[in-house]
Structure formats: structure tokens, C-alpha cells
């Protein structure tokens, strides 16, 4: 049976790295074979690298979460370019637009957001997108930025509308499933789920956030990315097996660097 991948998680967050080698063990108990631990500000690059550095199936990100933009207003794509050289450093990310909370100023969230693109399409590695009722936004920077110059990516932990989804297929994005599909009050959600071509899914934890069903009120970590892979494949109408078979590939596909290097350990 093909390994799942939990393509989002942050195992540096207090809730699981205290445990880090049992959530490690019960992921791999649960064909999870691959993991991508977060990073959300770049004084937070050092722990995530750490942790990828530790297992041979974690990788890494560099990138600032939008409610931290403001304090990186400076950020350059030079500081990101050079953490994302580190062997285990697969994306840039998490990255984006987050207009709910609203903990950094939407100018400033934009330009750092045009900054991670710019580095993105630089260092050829995809883009980890965050993005929270901000689909107009999301939307023009995507676009405009393309016209710029071509880069890929995924918007994790989908949640937004069937309009943006279209417009992230039409750019060659690819869309992350969290544990929030499988939540009773996530019709929406589900229908992006059922529409989406299957070549451009992923699916992920965002742990120790949104636990699925049935593991809800619990803290989430990557083994319980098999009950959010489960549902997907319900919505779908295929077989578990196949959705782990696709989502992996799609994982490998976009994000090149793991396969290159998976491909040289073999």
C-alpha cells in the first residue's frame, strides 16, 4: 500500500515536540511516510530544520505566516533564498493573506507575500499558501504575480471559496485538504473536495490544529492525517488506497526537491 504524505504540520509548536519521537512512531504505524513540518517566521528556521535534520522523512519550509508580516516588513528574497538552500528545506512558506484575525496590517501582509513569491519563482520551490477570508486578494496577487514569471504551489488548508479554488487550478496550483472536511458544517469544503481533479490534491494535518473527525477536541498530529485522506476518498467515491496512491504522487510532483533527494537515497 502506498505511504501517505502529511504535506503540513508544525512539529516545532509546543504541543507536539515534547513528544516528537512517540508522534514520529505513531505516524509511521499509520503509513505516514513523509511529513513537512512549517515554518512560520524566520527566527523560527533553525527549530524546524533541527527537527527535519532529525528524521529522514520530515522536511522543512522557510517562510513567515501573515499574521507575523509585521515583523518582517523588511524581509528580502536574499534571507529567503539563502535558508531554503538547506538540504531539507522544500518550499518557501507558509506564506499569505489572513484578513480573519488581521494580527499584521494587510499592506504589510501583502508586500511580505509578494516578497515570498519573488522567492519562490527564484529558487524554483513551491509556494505553502495561507489564506483567511482574503479570497479577492489571494486572487489578483496570484495572477499578477504569474504574469511576472511562472512558480507553483499549494493553498493548505483549504477553506475558502469554489471561486478561488477554480482560479488556484487555472495558475497550476494544487489544493491541500485538512482535517476540516471532514466537519459536519464543511459542505463547502467538501464540494471543492468533490470537484477537484484528483492530480491536484493533497492532503495534510495542520497539526496540533483541526483534529478530524473522529479525533476532534484532541490535539492533531500526522497519523491522524489518514482519517482526513479517508474522508477525501468518501466524498470521491474511490478507494483509500487510491487516494493514497494520488496524493502522494501529487506531493513528489510539486514539491521535487523531496523526490529528487528520495530518489538518490534509494
Partial sequence: MTFLVD???????????????????????????????????MDKFSAVTEIADQFEQIWCTIGVHPHEAKDYANLTTSEL??????????????????????????????????????????????????TRDADDDMATI???????????GVLHCFSSSQRLARAALEIGFYISMSGIVT??????????????????????T????????????????????????????????????DIATATTENFFRLFSKAEKAKAVSA
Fill in 206 to 241: 495542520d497539526a496540533p490544529f483541526l483534529a478530524p473527525v473522529p479525533k476532534r477536541g484532541k490535539t492533531n498530529e500526522p497519523s491522524y492525517v489518514a482519517h482526513t485522506a479517508a474522508k477525501v476518498a468518501e466524498i470521491k467515491g474511490i478507494s483509500s488506497a
Fill in 7 to 41: 504535506s503540513h504540520c508544525h512539529l516545532d509548536f509546543p504541543d507536539l515536540h515534547g513528544d516528537l519521537p512517540d508522534v514520529v512512531a505513531r505516524a509511521s504505524d499509520a503509513n505516514i511516510g513523509t511529513m513537512v513540518t512549517i515554518c512560520t517566521r
Fill in 81 to 130: 533564498l539563502a535558508c531554503s538552500e538547506h538540504p531539507k528545506c522544500i518550499a518557501i512558506g507558509e506564506c499569505g493573506l489572513d484578513y480573519y484575525y488581521n494580527r499584521s496590517p494587510a499592506e504589510e501582509q501583502k508586500a511580505v507575500f509578494r516578497t515570498h513569491i519573488d522567492a519562490a519563482r527564484k529558487s524554483g520551490l513551491p509556494l505553502v499558501v495561507h
Fill in 183 to 204: 466537519f459536519k458544517n464543511a459542505a463547502d469544503v467538501q464540494k471543492t473536495a468533490e470537484f477537484m481533479p484528483i492530480e491536484r490534491l493533497l492532503v495534510e
Fill in 142 to 152: 496570484l495572477t499578477e504575480e504569474m504574469e511576472k514569471g511562472a512558480f507553483t
